[in-house]
């Protein structure tokens, strides 16, 4: 007999399930409730183990916590229309919504505060948290290539890939597209790819994301949407102005080879967070944490050494 895959359960730690508001959210969990809280928010079309190695890094020494955001993964969407920004011109990520949805998850895993790790959409979703919602909860954020100015042409690439599959005959066929995408990475192993796609009743394999889905189903509605990176001003809206708030120590990651947030971008970021400081992934583009892991986990794990990984060390 064959063994059961097990690519579900994430190397070191644990894949689980919780209702919070009677939604159901899917988290990845390493560590124990006497360490460090770390809480990971992935990017846009990700899902949470995007973190699984920097969880299996920090294992024994915090208590990592990586959920699939609302609407990814196997995450339920938040209220209807809860989720999107419906403008004349398209449908945008909500990161304020998604926000909202955060502070009842800490409370549920008893982490009353936590060091935020954010890459991408997970970024901006941990600012707005840090300057509006819960600031006394936020000890610290590391962002992933993110910032409150993003190039459109880097934007564009991301979304013409999201929504240019509507799905796929197998998860070979996901791997070929994959690889397309990311030339640059080791081809994907097709078996662990049902943890970003799932199987529906006609076999085919769709993405555990609705962005594509949400646009699609409004061009066939008739809508005249233009595309989203001819808006990302609107996407990125309120970032500059919450970031200017921000009060605890900031750690930003750009990838060395980013076409999504330039050097400028960085720099212009930096200099309006009070305490950041900016430290560059080399051989990385956008998706820095799988791009180059090791020198991901290696700078953020230094970032929470400065911060002190003995909770007890924390001011009140």
């Not at 909500?94 to 926000?99: G, V």
């Not at 049902?194 to 769709?206: M, V």
């Amino acid at each position: 007999m064959s063994e059961v895959p097990r690519h579900d359960i994430p190397r070191g730690g644990r894949s689980g399930f919780v209702l919070i508001d009677d939604a159901q959210v899917h988290y990845l969990e390493w560590g124990n409730g006497d360490q460090l809280p770390v809480l990971c928010l992935h990017g846009g079309g990700q899902t949470a183990y995007m973190y699984e190695e920097l969880g299996a890094a920090l294992a024994g020494r915090a208590h990592v916590l990586a959920p699939d955001l609302p609407s990814h993964g196997d995450s339920d969407p938040l209220p209807t229309g809860a989720t999107q920004i419906e403008l004349a011109e398209g449908v945008y990520p909500m990161h304020e919504r998604f926000a909202e949805s955060i502070p009842p998850l800490m409370d549920e895993f008893g982490f009353d505060r936590a060091i935020v790790v954010g890459a991408s959409l997970g970024g901006m979703t941990a600012i707005h948290m840090a300057a509006n919602l819960i600031p006394a909860r936020v000890a610290g954020i590391v962002l992933v290539d993110v910032g409150h100015k993003l190039e459109a042409e880097g934007v564009r690439k991301i979304v013409d890939f999201m929504t240019a599959h509507e799905s796929f005959g197998s998860l070979e066929e996901a791997a070929e597209a994959i690889a397309e995408y990311l030339p640059q990475r080791r081809a994907p192993n097709p078996a662990s790819l049902s943890r970003n796609l799932r199987q529906r009743a006609d076999g085919r394999w769709e993405w555990k994301h609705s962005v594509g889905r949400q646009v699609r189903e409004r061009q066939a509605a008739g809508d005249d949407l233009s595309h989203p990176a001819d808006h990302v001003d609107e996407i990125t809206a309120g970032i500059g102005e919450s970031a200017a708030r921000l009060t605890c120590p900031v750690l930003l990651l750009r990838g060395e080879r980013s076409d999504v947030l330039s050097e400028g971008g960085a720099d212009d970021l930096i200099g309006i967070i009070p305490n950041a400081r900016m430290e560059v992934v080399e051989k990385a583009g956008h998706l820095a944490a799988g791009d180059n892991p090791h020198s991901t986990v290696s700078l953020v794990t230094a970032f929470l050494e400065q911060l002190g990984l003995d909770r007890g060390s924390w001011d009140a």
